[in-house]
């Protein structure tokens, strides 16, 4: 396990070198978020098949950053996700309930501005430049936000899984690197924790 300094700095790189694709993929969910405020209602399927995507994106730059540990946590995350997906419905997504929505809209804002790691006094940038699709902690945020907000897309393995990645990056962020804005990951994987073991009663 590389040093806390080392995990820092290594994710503080992937940051500040490719902050261009943060804005493009800021571009893609402010895109998808309109669609679906303008009732387009995509199968179980297709949108967990979307959300490998920003999966794969922190994969890449993990590994093109030299760690391994992220790399190879997402490139099994992006497999799960696929293997998962292809289970999914094709039934159109529906809506959980008030405070899964709620708090699944806090979780896809706090991804979307997550503020760690962006060198600005400006909230404006971090609306566009913070490091979704770069980095693990706003990227699994904002992917639990949508799971929150659409009954984890019909798919029961596909919610554990993201439990697990959620609890663990999420308090490998507050015990490990002390960025402890993370906790709100934490806060989010617990609520997703909740929704799932409601949903096994029912």
């Known amino acids: 396990m590389p040093k806390t300094e080392e995990i820092i700095n290594g994710l503080q790189r992937i940051v500040d070198n490719y902050s261009s694709y943060a804005i493009i993929w800021h571009a893609v969910f402010y895109l998808l978020l309109a669609a679906l ?4 209602q995509p199968s179980n399927k297709l949108l967990s098949l979307a959300v490998c995507l920003p999966v794969i994106s922190v994969a890449v730059f993990a590994w093109l950053t030299a760690n391994p540990f992220n790399g190879i946590l997402f490139s099994v995350l992006t497999m799960l ?3 998962f997906s292809f289970g999914a419905s094709n039934q159109p997504i529906q809506t959980s309930q008030l405070v899964y929505v709620v708090i699944g809209l806090m979780m896809i ?28 902690c706003p990227t699994l945020s904002l992917i639990i936000g949508f799971l929150l907000l659409y009954n984890g897309f019909g798919s029961q393995s596909l919610t554990l899984t993201f439990i697990v990645f959620g609890l663990f990056y999420g308090l490998f962020g507050v015990l490990k690197l002390a960025v402890y804005l993370d906790i709100f990951l934490v806060f989010g994987t617990i609520t997703l924790i909740v929704k799932y073991a409601l949903a096994l009663r029912t």
Not at 37 to 40: C, D, M, S
Not at 112 to 117: D, E, G, R, S
């Open 37 to 40: 405020l303008l009732r387009w």
């Open 109 to 136: 804002v706090f991804g979307l501005v997550y503020p760690h790691f962006v060198n600005s006094n400006s909230f404006l940038k971090f609306l566009y430049a913070s490091p979704v699709g770069l980095i693990p």
């Open 81 to 83: 996700i696929i293997m």
